[in-house]
Nanobody, 126 residues
Framework: QVELVESGGGSVQAGDSLTVSCVAS????????MAWFRQPPGQQREFVAG????????EYADSVKGRFTISRDNAKNTVYLQMNNLKPEDTAVYYC???????????????????WGQGTQVTVSL
C-alpha cells in the first residue's frame, strides 16, 4: 500500500490563500499522475485538479480555474495545490490521489485512482 499524507489545511476567510501539500511514499513518484479531489460537507467527492508525471499537463475543475494551481516536486515526492481567492463553497476535505496506471493522461473520476490520503480540512468563512 502506498501512503499519501496531506497537510496544510486550515480555517481562513473568504479571499485568502492557502496551499495544501501531499507527500507520497511510492518510488518512483515521478512516473505517475497525481490529483486533488475534495468532498464538501454532505456532498460527493469531486475532482479539483490533476497533474501528469512532469507537470507538463494539468487539468482543473471549472469551479477553480484561474484560482487554483497544482504543481509537483518529484525530487521531494510532493504535489501541491495553491488555492487563491478562496470562497465559502471551497470548504471541503481535500484529498490527494495517485493513479498508478498513467503518467500522461489526467483522469477526473475518482474510480481511476488507486491510492488516497486521509484528507485535510479546508474551511473558508465569510
Amino acid at each position: 500500500q502506498v501512503e499519501l499524507v496531506e497537510s496544510g489545511g486550515g480555517s481562513v476567510q473568504a479571499g485568502d490563500s492557502l496551499t495544501v501539500s501531499c507527500v507520497a511514499s511510492r518510488r518512483p513518484f515521478g512516473t505517475v499522475v497525481m490529483a486533488w479531489f475534495r468532498q464538501p460537507p454532505g456532498q460527493q467527492r469531486e475532482f479539483v485538479a490533476g497533474i501528469n508525471w512532469n507537470g507538463g499537463r494539468t487539468e482543473y475543475a471549472d469551479s477553480v480555474k484561474g484560482r487554483f494551481t497544482i504543481s509537483r516536486d518529484n525530487a521531494k515526492n510532493t504535489v501541491y495545490l495553491q488555492m487563491n481567492n478562496l470562497k465559502p463553497e471551497d470548504t471541503a476535505v481535500y484529498y490527494c490521489a495517485l493513479d498508478r496506471d498513467n503518467n500522461v493522461v489526467v483522469k477526473t473520476s475518482f474510480e481511476e485512482y488507486d491510492y488516497w490520503g486521509q484528507g485535510t480540512q479546508v474551511t473558508v468563512s465569510l
